[in-house]
């Protein structure tokens, strides 16, 4: 079965850094977008950043400049590495993965249980 398994997240000052990790397993990796998510209480839950399986990345407009994903498609591992931390980047971030199924042009969403990352002083 698909399991991903987050982890790096913690209480860090303003314009600290933080780096998550998300190891995944139970599906080809190398050929799947991934993906970062975050919610905030009473927020809808948000793309922080994905990148697909040739290396094109997408960023949100909040966290451009300061975030960077990344994968290591020898580890099956997603990385976030946060920059710059702002007590807004305050959430739980999920790690997503968009999973090929068999049938053509069908996939499945997996998401990771989420770690927090709490910035403040």
């Known amino acids: 079965q698909v399991q991903l398994v987050e982890s790096g997240g913690g209480l860090v000052q303003p314009g600290g850094s933080l780096r998550l990790s998300c190891v995944a397993s139970g599906f080809i990796f190398s050929i799947s977008p991934m993906g970062w998510y975050r919610q905030a209480p009473g927020k809808q839950r948000e793309l922080v950043a994905n990148?697909?399986?040739?290396?094109?990345?997408n960023y949100a407009d909040s966290v451009k400049g300061r975030f960077t994903i990344s994968r290591d498609n020898a580890k099956n591992t997603v990385y976030l590495q946060m920059n710059s931390l702002k007590p807004e980047d305050t959430a739980v971030y999920y790690c997503?993965?968009?999973?090929?199924?068999?049938?053509?042009?069908?996939?499945?969403?997996?998401w990771g249980q989420g770690t927090q990352v709490t910035v403040s002083s």
């Open positions: 990148i697909i399986s040739g290396g094109g990345t």
């Open positions: 997503n993965a968009r999973v090929m199924k068999i049938l053509p042009n069908r996939f499945d969403d997996y």
